[in-house]
C-alpha cells in the first residue's frame, strides 16, 4: 500500500524549535502572456472559495467559455502594468517579506520569513515544504488580507489544511485572520493619504474602495462586508472626515450576481455627473499595488470619472513598503508569536557571572 504522505526530512531528537512567519498574498501570474494568465486564472476560478457554484455547472463554463475569451484581455490589463522586475505584486510581497523580517530580527525575534502566493508561485505547498526542510517547526500564516473573507482568508487556510493533511510530522501553526481594525495599520493608511494631500492638496470626496464579493456571502455570515466598513469609519475619523466627505465601494466585479454594493466605477461616474470637481481614491483592502488598483482604479477609474466631467483624479498608492505599515504588520506578527521562544535565552553561566559582577560592586560601593 502506497503512503498518503509525502517523504520529510528525517526527525532528529532534542533539536531546538525554529520559528517561522510565512506571509501569503493572492497570487499573480508569471507573466503578462495569454498562457501564463490562463494557468493563473484556472487555478484562481476553480478554487470553489471563490466562485460557489456546483462543479458541473461552473466547470464547463470555465474551460469552455471564461478562459479562452478572458486570459487574452487579462493578460493585455497585466501587460500595462508589468515591470522589468516582473509582476508589482510580487515584487511588492518580497519586498514586505524581507523588511518584516528585518523589522522583527530589530524586536529581538529570530524567526524566518518567507513569503507565498495562493494562486501561482510560490505556492504556499513549496514555501512550507521548504521551511520544513530547514527544520522549522512553528509557523505563523500572517495573511495580506486585513479584512477577513471565506474567498480569500479560508482560501489560505484551506491550502494550509491540504498541505497538513500530506504531511506526516505538522508543524504548530497559528493563523492571522484580520487586523482590519488594528490602530498600527489604520494609522499607516491614515498617514500615507495625509502625506499626498499635503503634497497635492485635499479633494473634494475621497472614495475608499474595497475588492467586492458577491453579496450573498454577507447573507451566509461572511464578516468581510462589516469589516471594510469598521476600516473605513476609522480611517474617516482618522482623517477628519465627516461622512458627506468619503464613500465607501466596492470594485472588481465578475458574472452578473448581485455584489457587494456601490460599486466602485457607478460611485466614480456619479460623482462627476454631480459637479465634484477632484475625487482620491485609496484602496485598504489591498496592502501592496497590483492589477486591481494599477489599472483597475488608477486607469479605468481615472478615465470613468474623466469622461464624466470631472476634472481631477488621484489614485493614493497602496501602503507597499511604507515604514509605519511595516511596523504595523510587524506589530500584528508579534502578537500572535506570543508565547513561542522566538527570542535568544541568555545563556545561563554569563547570566550568573553578571549577577556576582553586580553584587561584587554593590558591595564595593
Not at 59 to 70: A, E, T, V
Not at 167 to 178: G, I, K, Q, W
Not at 238 to 249: H, M
Not at 288 to 308: H, K, N, S, W, Y
Request: charged share 25%; net charge positive; aromatic share 10%.
Amino acid at each position: 500500500m502506497v503512503s498518503p504522505f509525502q517523504s520529510e526530512p528525517p526527525f532528529t531528537h532534542g533539536e531546538a524549535p525554529r520559528t517561522a512567519v510565512l506571509y501569503c498574498n493572492l497570487g499573480t501570474p508569471d507573466e503578462a502572456t495569454s498562457g501564463a494568465v490562463r494557468r493563473y486564472l484556472a487555478e484562481f476560478l476553480r478554487d470553489p472559495r471563490v466562485v460557489e457554484i456546483p462543479r458541473l455547472v461552473w466547470l464547463p463554463l470555465l474551460y469552455g467559455l471564461i478562459l479562452p475569451f478572458r486570459s487574452g484581455k487579462s493578460a493585455a490589463k497585466y501587460a500595462s502594468i508589468w515591470t522589468p522586475e516582473g509582476s508589482p505584486l510580487r515584487l511588492w510581497t518580497e519586498k514586505q517579506a524581507k523588511l518584516l523580517q528585518g523589522w522583527l530580527g530589530e524586536q529581538g525575534h529570530r524567526v524566518k520569513v518567507r513569503y507565498a502566493m495562493r494562486y501561482g508561485s510560490p505556492s504556499i505547498a513549496s514555501q512550507l515544504d521548504a521551511l520544513k526542510a530547514e527544520g522549522v517547526t512553528r509557523i505563523l500564516i500572517l495573511q495580506a488580507y486585513p479584512q477577513y473573507s471565506g474567498t480569500t482568508t479560508a482560501s489560505v487556510i484551506d491550502a494550509v489544511a491540504a498541505w497538513s493533511s500530506r504531511t506526516r510530522n505538522v508543524p504548530e501553526l497559528r493563523f492571522v485572520n484580520r487586523y482590519h481594525d488594528d490602530r498600527g495599520y489604520v494609522n499607516a493608511l491614515a498617514r500615507s493619504i495625509d502625506r499626498q494631500w499635503r503634497e497635492k492638496g485635499v479633494p473634494d470626496h475621497l472614495v475608499i474602495s474595497f475588492h467586492g464579493v458577491p453579496e450573498r456571502t454577507l447573507k451566509l455570515g461572511d464578516p468581510y462586508h462589516c469589516e471594510c466598513h469598521k476600516t473605513a469609519r476609522m480611517l474617516a475619523a482618522k482623517l477628519g472626515l465627516e461622512s458627506n466627505r468619503y464613500t465607501v465601494s466596492f470594485q472588481s466585479r465578475f458574472g452578473k450576481a448581485k455584489w457587494l454594493e456601490p460599486y466602485t466605477e457607478p460611485t466614480l461616474r456619479a460623482l462627476g455627473k454631480r459637479g465634484v470637481k477632484r475625487v482620491d481614491v485609496v484602496c485598504p483592502g489591498f496592502t501592496a499595488d497590483c492589477l486591481e488598483t494599477l489599472e483597475e482604479i488608477a486607469m479605468e477609474g481615472r478615465q470613468a470619472f474623466l469622461e464624466v466631467g470631472g476634472k481631477d483624479f488621484h489614485y493614493i498608492p497602496c501602503l507597499n513598503d511604507d515604514p509605519a505599515w511595516i511596523a504595523a504588520l510587524g506589530a500584528v506578527a508579534g502578537q500572535h508569536l506570543g508565547g513561542w521562544p522566538t527570542r535568544d535565552e541568555p545563556d545561563a553561566q554569563a547570566l550568573a557571572a553578571s549577577r556576582e559582577r553586580a553584587k561584587a560592586m554593590g558591595a564595593a560601593q
